[in-house]
C-alpha cells in the first residue's frame, strides 16, 4: 500500500528557468504532504508543507517565492523551483501523510535537479 | 530546530553480523520512526515506536525507545548486502505537529 511517485526523477535546466515537480499518491489521499531537500550525504531538510487547498507553510530560510508549492488535490501536489541557480542543485524528496497515521510518511523516489 | 543524532555515523561490517544504530533526540515525542535510504532513492519507512512503547519487531529489525535517556536504537540481525544503505531516525514531537524531525543518519556498509 502507500506508494508515492514523483515526477521526473532527474532534470537537467539552464540557470534562470523553471523546473516543476510532481508528487502523487497513488492509492491513497494525502491529508498533508511535504516537500524535502537533501544534499549529498546529509540528512533531509523540510522546506514546506502542504495541505490540499490551503497555502503551503514554508520552513524558516525557505523562500516562498522562489520554490513554490500547489497542492491542487488529495493526491497532487507540486513544487516549481522558479529560476534556478546552480545552488539551486539538489535531491528533492517529497512525501505524503495520512490522517491518524501517527505521522509515518510515505517518501516519493526523489527528483535529482542539476542547474547548468 | 532541534534534530536528533545517530551514530555512529557510518558502519561496516561483515555479512551474517549484527548492525546497531543509536539515535538520540532532545524534546519529548509522540513516536520515533526509522526509515532507510538506499543512494539516490526515496525513503522507505521501516518501522514507528510509540512513546509509550519500549520494544518492537519487525522481521530482522529490533528496535528499542528510552524516553528517559531521549534515545533510541535499532538493531539489524543477520544482516545480508542487500541492507547496505543509509539510516535514520524521525521523531514526531508531541503537540499536535505533523512534521517529523530527521536525524543525520548513520551509513550502513554490510560487505559480502
Known amino acids: 500500500g502507500a506508494v508515492v511517485s514523483q515526477h521526473p526523477s532527474r532534470v537537467i535546466c539552464k540557470s534562470g528557468t523553471s523546473v516543476k515537480i510532481e508528487c502523487r499518491s497513488l492509492?491513497?489521499?494525502?491529508?498533508?504532504m511535504f516537500w524535502y531537500r537533501q544534499f549529498p550525504k546529509q540528512s533531509l531538510m523540510l522546506m514546506a508543507t502542504?495541505?490540499?487547498?490551503?497555502?503551503?507553510?514554508?520552513e524558516q530560510g525557505v523562500e516562498k517565492d522562489k520554490f513554490l508549492i500547489n497542492h491542487a488535490s488529495l493526491t497532487l501536489s507540486t513544487l516549481t523551483v522558479t529560476s534556478a541557480h546552480p545552488e539551486d542543485s539538489s535531491f528533492y524528496i517529497c512525501?505524503?501523510?495520512?490522517?491518524?497515521?501517527?505521522?509515518?510518511?510515505?517518501f516519493g523516489p526523489g527528483t535529482r535537479l542539476t542547474v547548468t | 530546530s532541534q534534530q536528533g543524532e545517530e551514530d555512529p555515523q557510518a558502519l561496516s561490517i561483515q555479512e551474517g553480523e549484527n548492525a546497531t544504530m543509536n539515535c538520540s533526540y532532545k524534546?519529548?515525542?509522540?513516536?520515533l520512526q526509522w526509515y532507510r535510504q538506499n543512494s539516490g532513492r526515496g525513503l522507505v519507512h521501516l518501522i514507528l515506536?510509540?512513546?509509550?512503547?519500549r520494544e518492537k519487531h519487525s522481521g530482522r529489525l529490533r528496535v528499542t525507545l528510552d524516553t528517559s535517556k531521549k534515545s533510541s536504537s535499532l538493531l539489524i540481525t543477520a544482516s545480508r548486502a542487500a541492507d547496505t544503505a543509509s539510516y535514520f531516525c524521525?521523531?514526531?514531537?508531541?503537540?499536535?505537529?505533523?512534521?517529523?524531525?530527521f536525524g543525520k543518519g548513520t551509513k550502513l556498509t554490510v560487505n559480502p
Open positions: 512525501s505524503a501523510s495520512l490522517a491518524g497515521a501517527f505521522g509515518e510518511q510515505y
Open positions: 492509492d491513497f489521499q494525502a491529508t498533508t
Open positions: 502542504s495541505n490540499e487547498g490551503s497555502k503551503a507553510t514554508y
Open positions: 524534546t519529548s515525542i509522540n513516536n
Open positions: 515506536i510509540r512513546s509509550n512503547e
Open positions: 524521525a521523531t514526531l514531537p508531541q503537540g499536535g505537529s505533523e512534521k517529523l524531525v
